[in-house]
Every structure is written in C-alpha cells, then in structure tokens.
C-alpha cells in the first residue's frame, strides 16, 4: 500500500467537488441576465430514421450537426463558463479584469432568436444530397421552455444512389488522351454510393496526372461529372465531360527552359529572367543577386528542375521541399512565365528565395514538468548561426538552466533539483561521410548532425552528477510519417560529484556499484525509428511508433580483450585512466493507438516495452539507461520510482529518500485513457496503466526484483483513475487522481487491492494527484 500521498490531496478533492457544485450553480445563474422573452439557444440534434441500416450512421449524424448555424455556448457538464464570465463582467466594463473576463475569456449569448431552423434544414439536406441521398425527408422541430430552447431535426433516410458506370471523356484534341488514361485507374468503383467528395477527389486525381505530364495550367476545375439517375434501381450513371472555355494553354504540354534562382529576394521587388548581375551555372541553370551568401552547389542541389524536361509535379514538390528544408529561406516562391518565341511550348522556372537572417539570439522562459514529479522554472538562452559554412549548415549554442522541486509526495521527504547545461550542434543539410551515400529517400533533406554538451545535476535528495555527451550521426526521413536516426558514434561520460548524508554509506560500501552506475563512458551507436500517422493528417485511427537500439563498449572490448591492447582497471574491467567503459545492449519500443469515435471522445493506448543487457566489461547497465516507472507520464497511481523491480518491497527507512534500487534493466508498460471533450477548453479523462520493471538477475539491495516467467504476471502493478486536461492550444494542462488496484509487493491474499473510498486512511494511503504539461502519450 503506498503512503506517500499528502494531506493536500484530500483538500484538492473537496476543491473540485466545490467546483462542481460552483458548475451548478453557474448553469442557473446565466439564465438570470437573459431579458424577458429571450432563450438561451442549446443545441440541436439529429436523429436518423431508415427502414434498413445506414452504415457509418455516426459519421453521418456527427456531420450533418457540424453544419447547423450557430452553435449554442461552449459547455463544461451543465456549465457554460465562457457565457458565465461574460455575464459577471457587467455590462459594458471599460478597463481591468472585468473587461479583460467579458472580450477575452467570456461569449455572448448565443439566442433562439439567432437561430433559423429552415436554413439549417436546407444545409442539412444539401449535404445528404452530396452524399447520394437525392430524396432525403428532413423535419426540423422546435423545442422550447421558459428560458431554454433547442432543435430536433428528425431524418428519414432511404437507400443512397450508387454508382453504375462510368462513360469517358467524348472529346477529340490531344488533351482526351491523357484524361482518358487517367480515368482508366479511377478509385470510383460500381456499386460505391454516389458522394460529391469522391468525384472532387476524382477530378483532383486527374488534374494530378495531367500536371505530371507537363499540362501545367490544367486543373480539376476544367473537369466536370454529368450525372444521369434516370436508369432507376437507385442507380447513377456517371459521364467525364470538360467544362466550357478552357483556355489554350491548359491543352499544352510544357517543358523547362531556364531556371532562375534568386538568391537573395525582397518581396518588395517582383524581377523575372536574368538581369546584370547574374552567374550562368551551365544547363540552363543561372543565380541572381548571391553577392556570395550561399555557396551555388547549396542551392542548385536543392532545385530539382531540368532544362529540356517536362514539368512534373515531383520535380516542384522536391524543389520546395529541399529549398524550405534548408531551415534558412523565410518564403520560397516558385513562379513559371510562359515563353512564347518558340513553337515548342516552354515556360522559364524563377525560383525566389527570401533569406532569414543570419543569426539570431534568443531566451525561453518555460514551465517544466517531469515524470518524476519534479517541477519548476526554466530557462534556454541560445545563439543560432543559420548559414555557418555558406552551405546552409545550421550552427547553435545552448545555455540550459532549470530548478524543479519535487510536488505531490509526502511532506516528510523534500527535494529540490538544479540542472545546469551547455549544448553546441552543427547540423549539415546533407548526409557527410568519408563514403558517398546519395539520396536515400530524395523527398526529404538529410542531416548529418554534430553535438557536443557538458551538463550538471544536482538533487538534493540524492547526489549530483557531472557528464559530458558528444555524437555524430545522421537524422533522415523516408516519408512525411517514417523518419530515421542513426548515430554511429555516442561518447558519453560520468562523474559522481557531492552526495547526499543518506548516500554517503551506500557509496562506500559499494563501490563496484557505484562505478558501474556512475563512473564508466559510454562509447557506442545509436539507432531509432519513428512512425507516426497522425502527421498526415486527423483520420480515425492513427498510429505511433518507436524503436530504440543502443550499443556501447563492443569495438573497445574486442580492441582490448580480444587483441590484448589494455590491461584491466581496479574494477576488473578494461579501461583507460581508470575509468572502464560500459558494454551493454539496450533496445525496447514505445507502440501506441489511437481510435477517434467522433464527438470529442478517443481512445489511446499505449505499449512499452524494452530490455538492456550489460555484459563482457560491465555488470550493471549505466544509472542513466536504467529503466524507471510510475508518475505522471507512466503508472499514475504510483509515485516516481516507487514501484519495482519485481516485487522488491523498499524498506521503511527508504520510503521517504531516493531509492536507488527502484530501477531495472526491463520494462513492461500497458495504459489505455479513454478521452472526451467536456468543452473545448476542458478534456475529460478515464485511464488504466499498468506494468513494471525488472533485473535479469536477484541482487542484494532489491529482493524479489528478478524476472521469472512464472512470477512476472503476478508482478504487474495496476492502477486506474480520472483526469482533466486544460486545453488552451499553446499549453495543457493536465490534471490527475489514480489509485492502485493491484500492488506487486503487497503480500495480502488475492491479486486486488480493496477499495474503501469513504475511508479517510483509505484515501490518504491510496489516492495519487499527479499535475503535468502536455498529454501523457
């Protein structure tokens, strides 16, 4: 049983229960300032009625009331707090708080008189005719009370039109052959209900195809879908025809001439083709007004344009992308003139690039929030140098600095930390190595990243650490969702600075520990890999995830073991200056789900997963690659570091400092949060974690910590809980109380913890309040 929760947990349980009650009472109130004869408007809803089953019924109701005008007062429960702020300002406040409260936060009334039923009617059946309902019944009814009023409007669905066949463009000229090829890979299939959204897709397809043939002024809407509904059964015959008036040019096919680049635009000016102080690169290729500030390889690398080719949607694409990619252009504008004195149509490319400047200085004041419940001030100050070499290579200087004090633990243990940073990076637009590597994935712009930083720790409660990280690698995308990071050389290094009374013991005792903890360097390669879905775009289910792979020490332990270079250090381990290295391989995996239900409700879930294995010069993982759980941002019903590994049971003396020994080389991490909309400012959150960590072998300070496949399940901690997030787009704030329904070293009978809320001692031992920034996944 945890008993780490402070006395001002329970205060903050009463506060929100006020703050319901405060709900309550706001709902009423906000009716007092409506005149005599106005009614607060309350929203609508849309009820489908069909004989048979409507498929995707919810997407349908949930788009169909996204079209109603107005929408009523944002509301948290039964209260609408940005109406109440409104109306408590006053009437007509000139300065201060309240006029702040009354344009800032508040919303005016939305009123029954604003809304008109029959023009939401008409919108709601024009977009069951877009969607292949052409003989939809739509029926608004009004419903009203004293000082409330709100709408029904009831649907009677029949069966959509679906699609029958699909007749190709009758047209003679040049410009049919290429829209009919097109055609023959259409997405719309017989027997698909008629939806206006699918023929735009349709016609933007199209256009597609025809821009990456060269048709360079040709767009989808020179296309048009004739509908025919008369062969009846339901059914919609469906004709490509080409509006009226579709000028000449859209019927050419084009090739590039030259290619301008205007290095150094204003968007003050507005120049075309090649005045004085231009430099032919050759191929068609000419740079306009460098005055040396990149060099000319930098950017003819990054414009994928070619004399003599035909246009191509690809080749804008990648020209934009690379230019943007860059991190040193403000705006890149991509402009094509049509040239005229040749019977081949060609049209000439200028390219404008607005530079950014040079170098900037900046500071960052931040909130910071850990996992670990730590919490406070932070600063960054920074000098960046965004075209260090000419070659666009982005060169930074990071000053980092932070105090957290550690919240929501028992009053009895208190702690502070102080972190103290300096980071320089040099990162190349390209990939850099002593072998050619090319273009991987061409639509992305790789880096080769160089990083060097010094940083201090210091916990009050615990010990401080001095380390100093150095890396060369490579960050390269494969798509808008895949991207790779591949580190081939990771230099890190650890010293153990002041240590806290209670440590002091700890230390000397052990002292093989302690060196493997903290005073080895680690000399290894990293990799990992990142998908996520969510990146190309809101779709109803998305996907993330992460692989990491970190090895250290194998080259230097076969450079001394193997070839007999080193002799080992007081440790028993290979080292140079008396300072071993780890060795030691460490991978694990973060998968997460999410399923978006419609109406402000989602599920998220999350799998984490991950061993490392020290071996060869080590006996222990690094302090820094261990695994840790519990806390905000993992299992919500335990403190930080409070669970684990096993079913290791921290002594008394323990409870209250920093345990060391709550750490371990494997770790299994379940959560699901079932996520709603209260307003939109105000989430909503149900959630369920669970998990644990583990050694790969018993050692003496952590008892029963060992994994065993036929203990472990026994093992899993379990907790759930409810939260509120605070959504105010550039900041959430995340609010949550859990309570552990199963404990690993709880060696009551049964799996399940009892749950006795109405027990005072209950819910000082179990009820955990977590506060974070951001999202826990």
């Known amino acids: ?54 498929d995707n019924k919810n997407e349908i109701i949930s788009e169909l ?149 060269g048709y360079f002024f040709f767009n989808p809407d020179f296309l048009v879908f004739r509908a025919d509904t008369t062969i009846g059964d339901r059914r919609v015959n469906l004709a490509l025809a080409l509006s009226p008036g579709i000028p000449a040019n859209a019927k050419k096919q084009f090739t590039i001439r030259n290619i301008y680049i205007h290095a150094e635009h204003s968007l003050d000016s507005d120049r075309s083709g090649a005045p004085a102080d231009t430099l032919y690169l050759g191929e068609g290729y000419y740079i306009i007004s460098n005055n040396g500030l990149f060099k000319t390889s930098t950017l003819q690398r990054a414009v994928f344009f070619e004399k003599g080719k035909i246009y191509n949607t690809q080749d804008h694409d990648l020209t934009i992308n690379h230019l943007m990619g860059l991190n040193v252009f403000k705006f890149v504008n991509v402009r094509f003139t049509e040239v005229s004195d040749n019977d081949t149509p060609q049209m000439d490319v200028n390219v404008f690039l607005t530079p950014m400047e040079k170098k900037s200085l900046g500071v960052e004041v931040r909130g910071v929030s850990k996992s670990n419940d730590f919490a406070g001030p932070g600063l960054t100050a920074s000098f960046t140098n965004r075209n260090f070499l000419r070659g666009a290579e982005q060169f930074s200087l990071n000053l980092d600095g932070a105090y957290e004090m550690l919240l929501g633990r028992s009053e009895t243990r208190r702690a502070s930390s102080t972190e103290l940073g300096i980071t320089s990076e040099l990162t190349i637009p390209r990939f850099v190595a002593p072998f050619g590597i090319g273009e991987i994935y061409p639509f992305f712009v790789p880096r080769t990243r160089i990083v060097l930083g010094l940083n201090y720790l210091n916990r009050t409660d615990a010990f401080s650490v001095y380390s100093i990280r150095s890396q060369f690698g490579y960050q390269w995308n494969q798509s808008v969702a895949l991207q790779h990071r591949f580190n081939p050389f990771v230099f890190n290094i650890f010293t153990l600075g002041t240590i806290a009374p209670e440590y002091e013991d700890f230390f000397t005792q052990e002292v093989l520990l302690r060196r493997g903890l903290f005073e080895q360097f680690l000399l290894g390669s990293e990799y990992s890999f ?57 991978t694990d995996f973060d998968l997460r789900y999410y399923l978006d239900m419609g109406h402000g409700q989602r599920i998220a879930s999350r799998l984490i997963a991950g061993v490392g294995i020290p071996y060869g010069n080590s006996t222990t993982l690094p302090y820094v690659k261990l695994f840790t759980i519990g806390g905000s941002n993992s299992i919500r ?141």
């Not at 006395?7 to 007092?32: E, F, I």
């Not at 936060?105 to 005719?129: M, Y």
């Not at 027990?759 to 506060?771: A, C, I, P, Q, T």
Request: proline share 5%; aromatic share 12%; with cysteine.
């Open 530 to 586: 990142y998908y996520n879905s969510q990146l190309k775009g809101r779709r109803k289910h998305a996907w993330y995830f992460n692989y990491n792979i970190d090895l250290s020490g194998n080259t230097l332990y076969l450079l001394f073991d193997g070839l007999g270079l080193g002799e080992k250090q007081d440790d028993g381990g290979y080292g140079i200056l008396n300072q071993s290295f780890s060795q030691y391989t460490k």
């Open 637 to 777: 019903a335990f403190q930080p570091r409070s669970l684990g590994p096993g079913a290791y049971n921290p002594p008394d003396t323990m409870m209250t400092t920093f345990n060391i020994y709550q750490s371990g080389e494997i770790k299994l991490e379940l959560n699901v949060e079932y996520r709603f909309d209260l307003s939109n400012i105000v989430k909503g959150a149900l959630f369920a974690d669970a998990g644990n960590i583990w050694n790969l072998e018993e050692r003496e300070g952590a008892p029963g910590g060992q994994f065993k496949s036929s203990e472990f399940l026994n093992q899993i901690a379990l907790g759930t809980g409810a939260g509120l997030r605070f959504d105010f787009t550039f900041l959430i704030l995340r609010l949550d109380l859990a309570f552990p329904l199963a404990v690993p070293f709880d060696d009551s009978p049964g799996y399940f913890q009892p749950i006795r809320p109405l027990e005072r001692s209950w819910r000082r031992d179990n009820l955990v309040l977590s506060f974070a920034i951001g999202y826990p996944f």
């Open 65 to 213: 009331e996204g079209v109603i005008r107005p929408q009523p007062n944002e509301r948290f429960l039964i209260w609408r707090p940005r109406l109440w702020f409104y109306n408590i300002a006053g009437e007509s406040p000139q300065r201060g708080l309240r006029k702040w409260m009354k344009n800032r936060i508040g919303r005016p009334p939305v009123l029954w008189e604003q809304f008109d039923g029959q023009r939401s009617q008409r919108l709601i059946e024009n977009r069951l005719f877009n969607r292949g309902f052409f003989d939809a019944q739509v029926e608004f009814i009004p419903i009203e009370k004293e000082k409330r009023a709100k709408a029904e409007f009831r649907v009677l669905l029949p069966q959509p039109y679906t699609i029958d066949e699909i007749f190709p463009l009758d047209a003679e000229g040049e410009i049919a052959t290429p829209i009919n090829a097109s055609l023959e890979n259409t997405r719309l299939r017989q027997g698909q209900s008629y939806q206006l959204s699918r023929l735009r897709s349709e016609r933007q397809r199209i256009s597609r195809d025809l821009r990456d043939e």
């Open 1 to 54: 049983m945890q008993n780490t929760t402070s006395s001002y947990h329970l205060k903050l349980v009463r506060a929100l229960s006020l703050l319901a009650l405060v709900a309550l009472l706001g709902s009423c109130s906000n009716m007092r300032y409506l005149e005599d004869g106005q009614q607060l408007y309350t929203g609508s809803k849309v009820i489908l009625e069909s004989d048979e089953k409507i």
